[in-house]
T-cell receptor, first 114, second 116 residues
């Protein structure tokens, strides 16, 4: 069975500082990996996804993530955050060859302070 | 971008009654729709997957007779919580996908259900 662990439930950071949100997964088969963002009172929005190919994936709003198969990680990074990046971030995995059902981590609340 | 709506956004009902939640893909045809449940400070838990015109596939532990899912058209899926009880109070979220399993799932804003 697959599982996703987001090691930090909350990450406070100052504006213009870099940030890394950690995500580790467990699976016995090859997977696809996703990061979603949820702004207050809104639905989840896809930031980026890894299906195959280059392990460094660039997404919207200046975010990027790197797939590390040996460490079973897919950490999300941004070199300089803005106040508007304050939101809940969810890492998710789906099994390649499946219907595409997503297994989510518990989420990381990113709070950007001025 | 693709938009998915849910209605209602909030609903309060009495114990024992049934509640229907609608999920619509507004600008694309969704061959597959998913229903999730989210408890406070918890992750989204997949409840069921539905393909248009077929019966939904429920995840282990989800009672299919309690959570009725209908995906009658390519733009509409409904979740009916039957004989609701306080423990069914939660945040229900749907998502919709247009094509294959690698296509993006687009999420609705969610429905907050409170059962008194």
């Amino acid at each position: 069975a697959q599982s996703v662990t987001q090691l930090d439930s909350q990450v406070p950071v100052f504006e213009e500082a870099p940030v890394e949100l950690r995500c580790n997964y467990s699976s016995s088969v090859s997977v696809y990996l996703f990061w979603y963002v949820q702004y207050p009172n809104q639905g989840l929005q896809l930031l980026l996804k890894y299906l195959s190919g280059s392990t460094l994936v660039k997404g919207i709003n200046g975010f990027e993530a790197e797939f590390n198969k040996s460490q079973t990680s897919f950490h999300l990074r941004k070199p300089s955050v803005h106040i508007s990046d304050t939101a809940e971030y969810f890492c998710a995995v789906s099994e390649s060859g499946s219907q595409g059902n997503l297994i989510f981590g518990k989420g990381t609340k990113l709070s950007v302070k001025p | 971008g693709a938009v998915v709506s849910q209605h209602p956004s909030r609903v309060i009902c009495k114990s024992g009654t049934s509640v229907k939640i609608e999920c619509r893909s507004l600008d694309f045809q969704a061959t597959t729709m998913f229903w999730y449940r989210q408890f406070p400070k918890q992750s989204l838990m997949l409840m069921a997957t539905s393909n248009e015109g077929s019966k939904a596939t429920y995840e282990q532990g989800v009672e299919k007779d309690k959570f009725l899912i209908n995906h009658a058209s390519l733009t509409l899926s409904t979740l009916t919580v039957t004989s609701a009880h306080p423990e069914d109070s939660s945040f229900y979220i749907c998502s919709a996908r247009q094509g294959s399993s690698t296509d993006t799932q687009y999420f609705g804003p969610g429905t907050r259900l409170t059962v008194l």
